[in-house]
């Protein structure tokens, strides 16, 4: 399970996220829904160690506080982060941008493994291992961004906004695959604008506003909530 305890990050004087406390338990989906600049992102930097958290925030997984860990013991305790906007490296092939996910696994045969069950996820990549990650459609570029989070084996996936412009039709493609890659055991915390997706997939959520939870409840209760329904519905 994640633990999160009065997160606060502060970008000099401005508090991007105040005192923040929410939790993802074994077997969840969970999506963390905000507008532009509500937090998201800022949250998730804060998770895998790429962004100090401030002094009394307390990360915990797996029964292990991560709160002060570096980027690299995170990912060795099991969390993984596939960024907003991709990252991937367009000159390189979709092949060494997978690979890069396992960069901790000294083990050739077992990343061979975890690259046949990226393929098996994202059948349409098999025939674009050797092409530039640059080359694909947005949507093949995403599942190139998952697929390498995913080279590092983690208990549990920190997807922040994949749907960001990408087709409607291609959101629930990369959407459902999600939903598979949670049924298949791992935990994902999904950060999402596309509130109305993001809930259809996930079982509980959060709603963030200005770095602050202001929401947060049953997947289906949050669809219903009128004041999710406006922001994020245009009820
Ligand atoms: P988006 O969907 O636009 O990425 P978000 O919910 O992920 O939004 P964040 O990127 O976490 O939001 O930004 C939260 C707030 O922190 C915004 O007001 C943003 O301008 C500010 N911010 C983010 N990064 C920095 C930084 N490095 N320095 C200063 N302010 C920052």
Do not use: W
């Amino acid at each position: 399970m994640l633990n999160v305890r009065d997160l606060t990050v502060s970008y000099g004087s401005f508090q991007a996220a105040r005192e923040i406390n929410f939790e993802v338990r074994e077997g969840e989906l969970v999506v963390l829904l905000g507008a532009n600049g509500a937090g998201k992102t800022t949250v998730f930097r804060a998770l895998s160690g790429l962004t100090r958290a401030g002094a009394g925030s307390r990360i915990e997984f797996a029964g292990r506080d991560l709160s002060s860990a570096t980027p690299r013991a995170i990912v060795d305790a099991g969390m993984s982060h596939c960024p907003e906007g991709r990252k991937l490296f367009p000159a390189l092939s979709v092949l060494t941008n997978l690979r890069l996910g396992a960069y901790r696994c000294p083990d050739r045969a077992d990343i061979d493994r975890r690259l046949e069950r990226v393929m098996a996820l994202f059948p349409t990549l098999s025939t674009r291992t050797g092409d530039p990650a640059g080359a694909l459609s947005g949507g093949q570029q995403q599942m190139v961004a998952i697929g390498r989070a995913l080279m590092a084996e983690p208990r549990i996936l920190l997807l922040d906004e994949p749907s960001v412009s990408l087709a409607p039709k291609v959101v629930r493609q990369v959407l459902e695959t999600v939903a598979a890659i949670n049924r298949a055991g791992t935990m994902v915390l999904l950060a999402e604008q596309n509130a109305y997706a993001a809930l259809e997939i996930a079982q509980r959520g959060y709603v963030l506003e200005n770095g602050r939870i202001v929401l947060d409840g049953a997947a289906a209760d949050l669809m219903q909530h009128d004041e999710v329904r406006r922001a994020y519905m245009g009820a």
